[in-house]
T-cell receptor, first 110, second 116 residues
């Protein structure tokens, strides 16, 4: 089955700086790659996703890039704010089977 | 719309007991799934369903059963609870085609289960 690895496990940035989280996947047939944000004690919420026929997608301060050849995808958050502090998860899906990375705890210092 | 609902919010079981975690959605979603979340390990897929009458195993299915008799409901049954099943359980749903594509996945609020 699919295996998704996520780095780094923790990330601390100053408010206004950019944050980058990277994931790699093993199954070349995976075709859907979402990113979720989870605040403490809350449910995961989708923040952005990308499909295998697209190389990049942007939504305001958040962007995701996908390199199918290298089997890796990345989340980019620009102009970080304290409210961006949370745990972020990447995931890869093939044929309805979703596998998650272990998560990145992002802390944005005011 | 209530979205995805889960009951109970908290549950404590003794080893060997059985129970059912309930999940319902009112968005007419075809795809529903169950995950468990353990500290430092992200979410792991237990079982999923692409429509009423169709279920399949995910990454960690052992010790759990599911059924999908209606589009709205997708209960998760623990057959004989073990301490290793102590976790937070999330149900999720989305529109999905059977060909493997999917759409935004909405999560329920979670059930925190402790097995003593």
């Amino acid at each position: 089955g699919e295996n998704v690895e996520q780095h780094p496990s923790t990330l601390s940035v100053q408010e206004g700086d950019s944050a980058v989280i990277k994931c790699t996947y093993s199954d070349s047939a995976s075709n859907y790659f979402p990113w979720y944000k989870q605040e403490l004690g809350k449910r995961p919420q989708l923040i952005i996703d990308i499909r295998s026929n697209v190389g990049e997608k942007k939504d305001q301060r958040i962007a995701v890039t996908l390199n199918k050849t290298a089997k890796h995808f990345s989340l980019h958050i620009t102009e970080t704010q304290p409210e961006d502090s949370a745990v972020y998860f990447c995931a890869g899906m093939n044929n309805n089977d979703m596998r998650f990375g272990a998560g990145t705890r992002l802390t944005v210092k005011p | 719309n209530a979205g995805v609902t889960q009951t109970p919010k908290f549950q404590v079981l003794k080893t060997g007991q059985s129970m059912t975690l309930q999940c319902a959605q009112d968005m007419n979603h075809e795809y529903m799934s169950w995950y468990r979340q353990d500290p430092g390990m992200g979410l792991r897929l237990i079982h999923y369903s692409v429509g009423a009458g169709i279920t399949d195993q995910g990454e960690v299915p052992n010790g759990y059963n599911v059924s999908r008799s209606t589009t709205e409901d997708f209960p998760l049954r623990l057959l004989s609870a073990a301490p290793s099943q102590t976790s937070v359980y999330f149900c999720a749903s989305s529109y999905a085609g059977l060909a493997g594509g999917t759409d935004t996945q909405y999560f329920g609020p979670g059930t925190r289960l402790t097995v003593l």
